[in-house]
């Protein structure tokens, strides 16, 4: 059974207003797309259910219903302007901050739908962190970046050298920058940064946390660092990634979805659709014959 | 971190998968080991009812190379491997089908007690049966030398194999001796005649494998004849 989230709702949203649906049930009618098996056999953690999306009068997603499992890595994979990353900022309403942007349909997380009224939208982002395409480290210090966050939220102050520390472990940071932490975060190469960038996101203590292609601007070397550690991550976090790059869509989640023109055009596990895909067209994607 | 993952490159998921593949290899591997040791056992007891016991074992081989090639598939279309990941990968599929002929091997010498009565042949037996365990300790050996990238020395195979290959000539030539002094035992002789040939071939199984392993660790191609 579902419990509300209490820190999702805003201070005067009463508690027996929002009733937390089942999540499973959502996907009872969408059996064509994704797999009732995978359904049945994990925890889901967020579920959007029928969410389109317009800028203006581009409808940019058309109905697109999906689960995002509890402690797995889900890709998003599909050629420019199929809407992947409109969809991955419709998850923590990122979308909001655009004034053209509309969107119908829900998203669902721990059961309550976050476009409801009454939802606290910094919880929800507190909740929901973010790591973007490019490192964006404040301009200060690598210890500042860290502690940023936790300070906003009012936390006590004694806590925060253990809190760096831990966080910049998480992040697989801290063999690098334990004698710097003074310096400025500029300071550092383009995947430390994003890797602080993600250190960053997990100091507001986010329960799932989403990637929007977080490593275009990395060379091989640092692309890898952060694969890893977003399997390590996984053990603690729900991630959603958005890639161009496929190979590391197939390298990095556990389930990869496939949009194409706005629409879902199948999801399964990740083993499943990059070795047998169920629809021609997700196997001409993935095999390179468009896109 | 355990053995398998230090020799791969690449992100912790792939050397979580090739722990997953190597655990499947091991898996067949030891079954099938245990298949051939039956199968001596079976010629040296004249035991009919192992044949049957080996032969059920045929279905989990099955099973377990599937799921090798499962995850020999996962790993390629996953996470494009390259160099000696890659050259492992793609021999562990050649291997495995060694590994697979091998399970059958050991099915057929096992029913080859079916024809022969051991208590009147104790003699030639006990030389098949040394024959075999030569052949078991080639294929046993080879294959750790695979799973652990090992190198190996060409030289002492070939010698291996050559020894295994004179025996078996020698056999031969003494059963048909035998045959042609006993007529009568003419069904029974072509039996063990099939026996060594079946020991002979898991012994050339284990030479395959073991060029498969050189040209893992050395990416050179050799042949071993």
Known sequence: MNIVNKKLLAKETKEEDIVPVDMRALFKDETEIIPEKLVKKYEIRMAVKKLSHWYGNNHVLSGISLPIFKNKVTAIIGPSGCGKSTFLRDLNRMNDLIKISRVRGKVYLDGINIYSEGIDLIQLRKKIGMVFQKPNPFPMSIRDNITYGPIIHGINKAYLPGLIKSYLVKAALWDEVHDRLSESAFSLSGGQQQRLCIARALSIEPEVILFDEPCSALDPHATAKIEDLITKLKAEYTVVIVTHNMQQAARVSDFTAFFNLGELIEFNSTRDLFRSPIRKITEEYISGRFG | ?225
């Open chain 2, 1 to 225: 971190m355990n053995e398998t993952r230090k020799s791969f490159g690449g992100t912790i998921r792939f050397k979580e998968l090739m722990d997953e593949l190597n655990s499947y290899l091991g898996k067949l591997t030891d079954l099938v080991i245990e298949m051939i040791e039956k199968g001596h056992k079976a010629l040296i007891e004249d035991d009919e009812g192992l044949f049957k016991k080996i032969e059920e074992n045929l279905c989990k081989v099955h099973e377990l190379s599937y799921q090798v090639e499962d995850s020999v598939q996962s790993s390629l279309a996953l996470h494009q491997p390259f160099a000696s990941d890659l050259r492992y990968i793609l021999s562990t599929l050649k291997i495995t089908n060694e590994i697979h002929r091998s399970a059958h091997d050991a099915v057929h010498i096992a029913n080859s007690t079916t024809y022969v009565d051991i208590a009147l042949n104790k003699e030639l037996i006990k030389r098949v049966v040394e024959l075999a365990k030569r052949a078991s300790l080639m294929f046993e050996k080879s294959i750790d030398a695979f799973r652990h990238r090992k190198e190996l020395d060409i030289t002492e195979w070939k010698k291996l194999d050559d020894r295994v290959d004179s025996l078996h000539a020698k056999l031969i030539d003494d059963i048909i001796a035998k045959i042609q002094k006993e007529p009568s035992w003419a069904r029974a002789g072509m039996s063990l005649v099939l026996a060594t040939r079946y020991i002979e071939r898991i012994a050339d199984h284990a030479c395959n494998i073991v060029e498969e392993s050189i040209f893992v660790v050395t990416s050179k191609r050799v042949k071993i004849e």
